[in-house]
């Protein structure tokens, strides 16, 4: 499993990531049919691999958009009632912003980017007002920061609400098992830590969530649940699908589900903690000039925010990494330029991650001499 992965690799973009040469030889494939076995047999494959993924016995939705179109598709097939979200950075305020896009109550309960809500605040704010569902990014890719979706999912079920999760950069990287921790919605999206091209989405919905989601009369056409339930469970989408990008997914989701959950979450952890330890060492190089966004104990697998001196840019260093042949991020909303993001994830090894890292050294000490 090891050969086949990213050694090599010189894309450490927070997502997309890099994409392994047989996946993208994939793409290539002649159209088949998608109401025609050979179709439904791949998308059995493809949840077998998917159901690993995830942690369920469920069936896995595949919607052919960003993952945006599912978070949509929670808000809009979430229960009645007002809903709160939880906002520390860029992507989960778009998680708000998409429940004030669809006529939904919602209220924000903002956190300091860099930081992970503290439960025993979201508990209280809880029980002070009945809310149907909660909205919450499990990884937060502008800002690297990792959030226990178990025990928020917990205390939004001691008062009465609904867990819609958005694990966009979590899935694949970072450990999450639907069933176990009783989730209700969980999405991700193709590009990041299941290292595939842009454009599909993968979520799961509880059986309790979908029941209830037929009751709801505003969940539009295109991203309805209960229709990606029903058609899931014949081994089709509701609607016609990126072929191509399915070829893609049925070669790489299998590919992942081999290397076991278990070990590829230990990979990202290791990417992880690299990355920080690298971050320590070149800022005390350079007198504290750099530090990670995300406070310890809840940094990301997949993503690492680092937060710049006043004396350089994002740009500028990107521009400098670009040199010595590397692909990394600039930060993200209002941290654009104030920070850069590494992206260490999908089928990138802690070897090839090294190599990075080493063409950042180069970049920064040229910069900060």
Known sequence: MTDSLLTNGTFFFPGPTEVRPAVLA????????????????????????????????????????????????????APAGRILSIVNGAFSARFAAIVQACARDGDVLDVEW?????????????????????????????????????????????????????????????????????LDFALTGSQKA?????????????????EQ????????????????????????????????????????LPFIAAETMAVRWARHAAM????????????????????????????????????????ITGSTVLAAVAQHGFTIGSGYGKNRETSIRIGHMGDHTLEGLERCLAACDLAFDALLR
Request: with cysteine; hydrophobic share 45%.
């Open 26 to 77: 994939a793409l290539t494939q002649p159209m088949i049919a998608h109401r025609g076995p050979a179709f439904e047999s791949m998308y059995g494959r493809m949840q077998d691999a998917l159901q690993v993924i995830f942690g369920t016995t469920r069936p896995v939705y595949v919607s052919s958009s960003s993952a945006t179109g599912l978070m949509e598709a929670a808000v809009r097939s």
């Open 114 to 182: 860099g930081k992970a809500i503290d439960l025993d605040v979201l508990a209280e704010r809880l029980r002070g007002m009945r809310y149907a569902a909660v909205t919450v990014a499990h990884s937060e890719t502008s800002t690297g920061v990792l959030t226990d979706i178990r025990a928020v999912t917990r205390i939004a079920h001691e008062n009465g609400a609904v867990c819609l999760v958005d694990s966009v950069t979590g899935v694949g990287a970072a450990e999450l098992r639907f069933d176990e921790w009783e």
């Open 194 to 210: 299941l290292a595939l091209p842009p454009g599909l989405a993968f979520a799961v919905a509880s059986k309790a969530f979908v």
């Open 213 to 252: 989601a037929g009751a709801q009369h505003a969940r539009g056409l295109y991203f309805d649940i209960v229709e990606f339930e029903t058609y899931a469970l014949r081994n089709q989408t509701p609607n016609t699908p990126a072929i191509s990008l399915f070829f893609a997914a049925d070669v790489q």
């Open 272 to 311: 992880a903690k690299r990355t920080c330890d690298w971050v320590d060492a070149l800022s005390a190089r350079h007198g504290g000039a750099l530090e990670v966004a995300a406070t310890p104990g809840h940094r990301s697998p997949s993503v690492t925010s680092i937060g710049l001196p006043s004396s």
